[in-house]
């Protein structure tokens, strides 16, 4: 089955920029989305389709996706970005959908 | 507002079944793909099943194939997701969630149901 990697946690001070990764076998041939989720509460999509944001999503979140690399980037970052972030793909060979295993952004 | 509103979730001991349901507002369910996902206790988001707006067609995680069974009642916009043979590991907040219109990714979701699956 399709596997979906992402790094466990990554640090950012607040105005920087973090950069979550989302790494899949030519995952650059599949649309991939993005959640964000908060001690709690129900996950938020932020990205959909490699780098579209939903209405109402700052236009700090950002994607991209090329090769074997999807990459949420948080720009000028917040302490309110602190939260849990998951990519996800659907995978047309199994038809399952494969969501990463969360990647914890901590706002230092 | 598009809303959707989980119920159901319960302590069910090994081996039992549990019903759940989602209840839809706000949009025309029957023109969306709907999803379930869980979460397990301090753990990641696991994708469980979908079911197609239109033909109803359904796709399970290797998981909890043969066990679970999505449907869709168009005429009561609602989701349900039938859990038999339950077993530990299916304990889990389960989220109700749609998917997009021109976008498979998942643009609502509820605010979960908690499953405990413990003797």
């Known amino acids: 089955s399709y596997v979906l990697t992402q790094p466990p946690s990554v640090s950012v001070a607040p105005g920087q920029t973090a950069r979550i990764t989302c790494g899949g076998n030519?995952?650059?041939?599949?649309?991939v989305h993005w959640y964000q989720q908060k001690p709690g509460q129900a996950p938020v999509l932020v990205v959909h389709d490699d780098s579209d944001r939903p209405s109402g999503i700052p236009e700090r979140f950002s994607g991209s996706n090329s090769g074997n690399t999807a990459t949420l980037t948080i720009s000028r970052v917040e302490a309110g970005d602190e939260a849990d972030y998951y990519c996800?793909?659907?995978?047309?060979?199994?038809?399952?959908?494969?969501f990463g295993i969360g990647t914890k952004v901590t706002v230092l | 507002e598009v809303q959707l509103l989980e119920s159901g979730g319960d302590l069910v001991q090994p081996g039992g079944s549990l019903r759940l349901s989602c209840a839809a507002s706000g949009f025309t369910f029957n023109n969306y793909a709907m999803n379930w996902v869980r979460q397990a206790p301090g753990k990641g988001l696991e994708w469980v099943t979908a079911?197609?707006?239109?033909?109803?067609?359904?796709y399970y995680a290797d998981s909890v194939k043969g066990r679970f069974t999505i449907s869709r009642d168009e005429s009561k916009s609602t989701l349900s997701l039938q859990m038999n043979s339950l077993r530990a590991e299916d304990t889990a907040v389960y989220y109700c969630?749609?998917?997009?219109?021109?976008?498979?990714?998942?643009?609502?979701w509820g605010q979960g149901t908690l499953v405990t699956v413990s003797s």
């Open positions: 996800h793909v659907w995978d047309s060979n199994s038809h399952h959908y494969v």
């Open positions: 969630a749609r998917e997009g219109a021109t976008t498979t990714g998942l643009d609502c």
């Open positions: 079911i197609s707006g239109s033909d109803e067609t359904t």
């Open positions: 030519n995952i650059g041939s599949k649309s």
